[in-house]
């Protein structure tokens, strides 16, 4: 009975989302104009106009999709008659002068929020406010035209990803031990290009590079550099030394790196040790996934102190990551990891120990094969397959779809961990066979890499005053709704046959995404309805390359759905935007839907000690579906950078529920 309501719900819920789809003007004029400022500006453009549109990255999609969500959520939270046009033009320029700060800073992301938002201003406001798309295509113009003639062409590239604007964010135990790790880590920078060296080369594109370094008990402070040999002469001139008590504040380095990483790009951590800071592990997770930042781990041997590495492995599954354990002179061969999983890549498939893949005895009568199969599509120039393996007796093999063996490009002596890189690979069903001892762990990720690689981001969708208004909450057992864009090369699919799947943190399917459909207008986005389990989960798109080869991509983060959710109380961009030398409060609005009366502890981090309290805030007795309001009281120095940004992460904790929140915050004269 329960079963058919839900699909009742679902389908109804679908039918009305259906009949609810209208024409975007704003975002429509936006995208457009981007579009076309995109094909000027890209380094392939150059002689190459008179030979039709460039492909563009896969990553300048993703920057849209960020403006698409800020422009969503202003659609539903700013009231249009309410807007006086004065000071709606010197907010106007206030926001324009917000958007610079930010991209000179190179908080990208928050910046293109901050577009969004103003963008549908701007579109409010405009005298250009009558139908005509060609008057609101030139009123995106000009604005457009006005930041880049602010920021420059290449940081302009860079705000909107249309060249990198990936980090290539480092996690460095620095204590005596790590001589010979730090040391392959230089190698692996010395193989790195930057975006002006080969615009082919897809994953090498950083735009800036940091150093998070960790010990016990100092870690930090994170540097940047834009520049690939300040970043090289950094890296040689880390000083190692303390150590020699195990485990290191691993957790709390890892925050401090996460805090300036640009959304979307990779964290890579090498140590040898432990972790002692595990408390701080719900504020990795928050970070990681609010940003899409897959986390990899590198893990080496150390002969004083023995690990245990389980919770780098349950980071790396709640954020789409790795493990591998190497030894600290294999360090230098996962240089083409580091370059791949960069800009460019797209996760196909990936999973962990004998879930997620049919098992079968193996011949020897001592373990366990898994086979676990994959499709590879037309539009990958590279393939990339790491499998890690916790004990040295397990094993692998990589079969082509014409069952071909392919082999591994690396192979650690100690741990038998395999990498196999694949170039121009043949399109169709391939097989990874993993082969281990009876229980024991292993882990496989498949990424695809191309410039304009098929990829997808998605946001959900909450109902707020009778209108759709984007949301980070899932709560289990809720019919929710979302929005799918496929990124990618134009027309690189056949956009009527994609089918879309919630996946568990092993690679099994949790459910199919029952209601999606296809939008009226865009030929790349889809609205889709479906129920939120109770676990952490992750996206899977299927669907046919144009020329009708089957591919899947899944999703960069995961999402771990809660019966407790904690949002800004107020949702306008102008409260993130605070002024050097302020004071003030923020606040937020914290409910749980669990059955019973509970009590709550609330944690927070602060960044740049901005916030006037660090300790706990107990919420006590907090009722089903009642909301509590938290006041969190600031204070900005007037010597904080222009453009510099804080992550404030807050975690509720209470009976059976756990819940988590980032709040972004720039800082910024023209608040």
């Given at each position: 009975?329960?079963?058919?309501?839900?699909?009742?719900?679902?389908?109804?819920v679908?039918?009305?989302?259906a009949?609810?789809?209208k024409d975007?003007?704003?975002?429509?004029?936006?995208r457009?104009?981007?579009?076309e400022f995109?094909?000027?500006?890209?380094?392939?453009a150059?002689?190459?106009?008179a030979?039709g549109?460039?492909?563009?990255?896969?990553?300048?999609?993703k920057?849209?999709?960020d403006?698409?969500?800020?422009?969503?959520l202003?659609q539903?939270?700013?009231?249009?008659?309410?807007?006086?046009?004065?000071?709606?033009?010197?907010?106007?320029?206030?926001?324009?002068?917000?958007?610079?700060?930010?991209a000179k800073?190179?908080?990208y992301?928050?910046?293109?929020?901050?577009f969004?938002y103003?963008?549908?201003?701007?579109?409010q406001?405009s005298s250009?406010?009558?139908?005509?798309?060609?008057?609101?295509?030139?009123?995106?113009?000009?604005?457009?035209n006005?930041?880049?003639?602010?920021?420059g062409d290449?940081?302009?590239?860079?705000?909107f990803?249309?060249?990198?604007?990936?980090?290539l964010?480092?996690?460095?135990d620095?204590?005596?031990?790590m001589?010979?790790?730090?040391?392959?880590?230089?190698?692996?920078?010395r193989?790195?290009?930057?975006p002006s060296?080969?615009?082919?080369d897809?994953?090498?594109?950083?735009?800036?590079?940091?150093?998070?370094?960790?010990?016990d008990?100092?870690y930090?402070?994170?540097e940047?550099?834009?520049?690939?040999?300040?970043?090289?002469?950094?890296?040689?001139?880390?000083?190692?030394n303390?150590?020699?008590?195990?485990?290191?504040?691993?957790?709390?380095?890892?925050?401090?790196?996460?805090?300036?990483?640009?959304a979307?790009?990779p964290?890579?951590?090498?140590t040898?040790?432990?972790t002692?800071?595990?408390y701080e592990?719900?504020?990795?997770v928050?970070?990681?996934?609010?940003?899409?930042?897959p986390l990899?781990f590198f893990?080496?041997?150390?002969e004083?102190?023995?690990?245990?590495?389980?919770?780098?492995?349950?980071?790396?599954?709640?954020?789409?990551?790795?493990v591998?354990?190497?030894?600290?002179?294999e360090?230098g061969?996962?240089?083409?990891?580091?370059?791949?999983?960069?800009?460019?890549?797209?996760?196909?498939?990936?999973?962990?120990?004998?879930?997620?893949s049919?098992r079968?005895?193996?011949?020897?009568?001592?373990?366990?094969?898994?086979?676990?199969?994959?499709?590879?599509?037309?539009?990958v120039t590279?393939?990339l397959?790491?499998?890690?393996?916790?004990?040295?007796?397990?094993?692998?093999?990589?079969l082509?779809?014409?069952?071909?063996?392919?082999?591994?490009t690396f192979?650690?002596?100690?741990?038998?961990?395999?990498?196999y890189?694949?170039?121009?690979?043949?399109?169709?069903?391939w097989?990874?066979?993993a082969i281990?001892?009876?229980?024991?762990?292993?882990?496989?990720?498949?990424?695809?890499v191309?410039?304009t690689?098929?990829d997808?981001?998605?946001?959900?969708?909450?109902d707020?005053?009778?209108r759709?208004?984007?949301?980070?909450?899932a709560?289990p057992g809720e019919?929710?709704k979302?929005?799918l864009?496929?990124?990618?090369k134009?027309?690189?699919?056949?956009?009527?046959?994609?089918?879309?799947?919630?996946?568990?943190?092993?690679?099994n399917?949790?459910?199919?995404i029952?209601?999606?459909?296809l939008?009226?207008?865009?030929?790349?986005?889809?609205?889709?309805?479906?129920?939120?389990?109770?676990?952490?989960?992750?996206?899977?798109?299927?669907?046919?390359?144009?020329?009708?080869?089957p591919?899947t991509?899944?999703?960069?983060?995961?999402?771990?759905?809660?019966?407790?959710?904690?949002?800004?109380?107020?949702?306008?961009?102008s409260?993130?935007?605070v002024?050097?030398?302020s004071?003030?409060s923020?606040?937020?609005?914290?409910?749980h839907?669990?059955?019973?009366t509970?009590?709550?502890?609330?944690t927070?981090?602060n960044?740049?000690?901005?916030?006037r309290?660090?300790?706990?805030?107990q919420?006590s007795?907090?009722?089903?579906?009642?909301?509590?309001?938290?006041?969190?009281?600031y204070?900005?120095?007037?010597?904080v950078?222009?453009?510099?940004e804080?992550?404030?992460?807050?975690?509720?904790?209470?009976?059976?529920?756990?819940?988590?929140y980032v709040?972004?915050?720039?800082?910024?004269?023209?608040?």
């Amino acid at each position: 009975m329960k079963l058919c309501c839900a699909v009742l719900v679902l389908c109804w819920v679908g039918c009305c989302y259906a009949g609810r789809r209208k024409d975007d003007n704003t975002f429509g004029s936006t995208r457009f104009k981007l579009h076309e400022f995109a094909q000027i500006s890209s380094p392939q453009a150059i002689g190459r106009q008179a030979n039709g549109p460039v492909p563009l990255r896969t990553s300048f999609y993703k920057a849209l999709g960020d403006i698409e969500k800020s422009i969503k959520l202003a659609q539903a939270t700013v009231n249009p008659k309410k807007i006086n046009t004065a000071s709606a033009r010197r907010t106007l320029l206030q926001l324009r002068n917000a958007i610079v700060s930010a991209a000179k800073n190179g908080n990208y992301r928050t910046g293109r929020e901050i577009f969004g938002y103003a963008r549908f201003i701007e579109d409010q406001t405009s005298s250009s406010l009558s139908r005509s798309r060609t008057r609101q295509r030139r009123s995106s113009e000009d604005f457009i035209n006005s930041i880049k003639e602010k920021i420059g062409d290449q940081t302009f590239n860079q705000f909107f990803n249309i060249e990198s604007g990936t980090s290539l964010t480092f996690v460095l135990d620095t204590t005596g031990s790590m001589t010979e790790d730090i040391h392959q880590v230089q190698n692996i920078v010395r193989e790195l290009a930057t975006p002006s060296d080969n615009y082919e080369d897809v994953g090498s594109g950083f735009y800036n590079f940091l150093i998070a370094p960790f010990k016990d008990p100092d870690y930090g402070p994170v540097e940047s550099y834009f520049d690939k040999a300040e970043f090289l002469s950094a890296l040689e001139g880390i000083a190692v030394n303390g150590g020699g008590d195990c485990d290191e504040l691993v957790l709390k380095g890892m925050i401090e790196g996460l805090e300036l990483t640009e959304a979307y790009s990779p964290v890579f951590v090498f140590t040898d040790a432990g972790t002692k800071d595990k408390y701080e592990y719900d504020n990795v997770v928050s970070l990681s996934q609010s940003l899409y930042s897959p986390l990899y781990f590198f893990i080496t041997p150390s002969e004083e102190c023995p690990k245990n590495i389980s919770t780098y492995e349950d980071l790396a599954k709640e954020t789409s990551g790795q493990v591998l354990s190497l030894t600290k002179e294999e360090i230098g061969d996962m240089k083409n990891i580091v370059k791949s999983v960069g800009i460019g890549s797209a996760e196909v498939t990936s999973g962990s120990e004998s879930r997620g893949s049919s098992r079968v005895r193996d011949k020897r009568g001592t373990g366990d094969t898994h086979d676990i199969t994959f499709v590879c599509d037309d539009t990958v120039t590279k393939l990339l397959v790491a499998v890690s393996f916790r004990t040295p007796t397990g094993s692998s093999y990589l079969l082509t779809p014409e069952k071909n063996l392919v082999y591994p490009t690396f192979v650690s002596v100690t741990t038998n961990m395999r990498l196999y890189e694949v170039l121009e690979p043949q399109s169709g069903e391939w097989t990874l066979k993993a082969i281990t001892d009876v229980g024991d762990r292993f882990t496989y990720k498949v990424n695809s890499v191309s410039p304009t690689n098929i990829d997808f981001d998605f946001y959900f969708l909450k109902d707020y005053r009778g209108r759709d208004i984007p949301t980070d909450n899932a709560i289990p057992g809720e019919v929710m709704k979302l929005k799918l864009n496929i990124l990618g090369k134009e027309n690189s699919i056949r956009a009527n046959l994609s089918e879309l799947y919630l996946m568990d943190v092993h690679g099994n399917v949790i459910s199919t995404i029952q209601t999606l459909t296809l939008s009226d207008e865009l030929n790349y986005q889809y609205d889709g309805v479906f129920i939120v389990p109770t676990e952490t989960f992750k996206l899977m798109l299927y669907g046919e390359t144009r020329d009708g080869y089957p591919f899947t991509r899944t999703s960069q983060g995961t999402v771990t759905p809660s019966y407790g959710t904690i949002e800004s109380f107020d949702s306008s961009m102008s409260k993130r935007l605070v002024k050097p030398g302020s004071r003030g409060s923020f606040y937020f609005k914290f409910e749980h839907y669990s059955d019973t009366t509970t009590d709550f502890l609330l944690t927070f981090t602060n960044p740049g000690n901005i916030l006037r309290s660090s300790g706990p805030i107990q919420l006590s007795k907090i009722r089903k579906s009642r909301s509590k309001l938290i006041r969190l009281p600031y204070s900005i120095l007037r010597e904080v950078a222009e453009g510099t940004e804080y992550r404030i992460t807050i975690v509720a904790t209470g009976g059976d529920i756990k819940v988590n929140y980032v709040y972004p915050v720039l800082i910024t004269r023209f608040a």
